[in-house]
């Protein structure tokens, strides 16, 4: 338990840093900013594919039903390590906060059915590149992360960074607003990782 919670924590760690980035990349520029850091946010999922770390939805798409326990253990070590990487963004010269505010408030206005939604396309995205790069095959990746944000899909573990790098007075505000949307962001991240399993046939996406 404390091997897979330390995997998970550093899992979360890299993700909110590529979060840090994405958001720093938008504040020094407004027209490429947001595209450059959707590319250099593939570097997070990389380094977690990479070291083998435990991530909510590199992991989701492979559980069986005695593993939930452990797929939840792991979103908590996820969500702590975006905490940890948020405490950079309250020390930074460049106004991460209000950036994470911004989306934050566009999750609010999307709304918790919906935001469950789009988590469901992310989802989907995060396993195809995952199960193409345990074969060696990362170009799936690197294009899958660009688009799940280009898309506007929502991701539970960069979305913990957001919003843990909001400022405290939006969140005694919105707190139980969060809530309800993370939950069905959660939801519907699960769905979306577990799609091909209950689209296709097995043999389709297992080797003998």
Request: with cysteine; glycine share 12%.
């Amino acid at each position: 338990m404390i091997k897979i919670l330390r995997s998970s924590i550093f899992a979360g760690i890299y993700i909110g840093v590529a979060g840090f980035g994405f958001l720093a990349s938008g504040i020094q520029s407004e027209i490429y900013g947001p595209l450059v850091g959707a590319v250099l946010f593939c570097l997070g999922l990389m380094a977690v594919v990479g070291y083998r770390l435990k991530l909510y939805t590199g992991t989701a798409g492979y559980i069986n039903k005695n593993e939930v326990g452990e797929l939840f253990l792991i979103l908590l070590g996820n969500i702590l390590g975006c905490f940890l990487a948020a405490l950079f963004s309250r020390v930074s010269p460049m106004d991460i906060q209000a950036a994470a505010q911004n989306i934050v408030e566009l999750r609010l206005r999307t709304g918790a059915l919906r935001c469950g939604i789009l988590g469901i396309g992310c989802g989907l995205l995060m396993t195809t590149a995952v199960t193409f790069a345990k074969e060696k095959n990362i170009l799936p990746l690197l294009f899958a992360v660009p688009l799940f944000i280009v898309c506007g899909f929502t991701h539970c573990v960069a979305d913990a960074f957001y919003y843990l790098a909001t400022p405290l007075a939006f969140w005694k505000l919105h707190a139980l607003e969060i809530l309800g949307v993370y939950v069905c962001t959660v939801l519907g991240n699960l769905i979306g990782c577990n799609l091909y399993r209950i689209v296709l046939e097995k043999t389709q996406y297992t080797r003998e």
